[in-house]
């Protein structure tokens, strides 16, 4: 069975009665274990939208036929209750944001640690395992600093930094290079074809960086809500 499979995902959001954007028009995407996912396509045409329903944080809008499916590595996430979800998505799922979603009152290192607590390490192990994220990802020496003290490209290591810091089995990277200058777009190719390698694990990018597409093993394009033709 896949890790990921998904079928018919529709996503609404009402604005008002007569502001209503389908953002998401019946997506069907079948993830393997081990797979190194792109996602393309242009600016609204859904690719957030999609990554925050596979990485568990919004549901599929119900209602729909046939009946919309997200099954997360042999369980229906869909008819699973919102508690067991949301462990599900704090242990098996790392998420780096598009604007980062970092806490602005606590250090890098701080953010780096919550996941690690919500995962439910003690606040000493979680401190441990956040230096170590950090240091991978080579902003160690700003451990101490808040995300206004930290540059834009500083801030996106930190954010991923977070997303890898309980070594999850999915990670869903939304534009993860485009802070980066090319030294560091390099690096952290390097690093997530080594976790894919050594962890096997599963990862899904949203990215507009030929270098990053090229780098996985498969490119979904999508435009107005659906997935084009691979
Ligand atoms: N919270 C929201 N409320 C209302 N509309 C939204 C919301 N989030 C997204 N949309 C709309 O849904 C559509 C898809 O947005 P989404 O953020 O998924 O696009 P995207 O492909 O990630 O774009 P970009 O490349 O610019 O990040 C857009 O038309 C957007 O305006
Ligand atoms: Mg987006």
Known sequence: MAFLTARNLNKTYRLSRRNVVHALRGVDVTIEAGETVAIAGPSGSGKSTLMHILGLLHLPDRGYDPTPILVFDGEDVTAMPDRDRTRMRAERIGF????????PTLTALE??????EYAGQSRKAARAAAEDALEVMGIADRAGHRPVELSGGQQQ?????????????????DEPTGNLDSQNTAELLELLRRYNAERGQTMVLVTHDPLVSAACSRVLTMRDGVILEE
Do not use: D, T
């Open 96 to 103: 780096v944001f598009q604007a980062f979603n970092l806490v």
């Open 111 to 116: 953010n780096v640690a919550l996941p690690a």
């Open 157 to 173: 290591r930190v954010s991923i930094a977070r997303a890898l810091v309980n070594e999850p089995a999915l990670l869903l990277a």
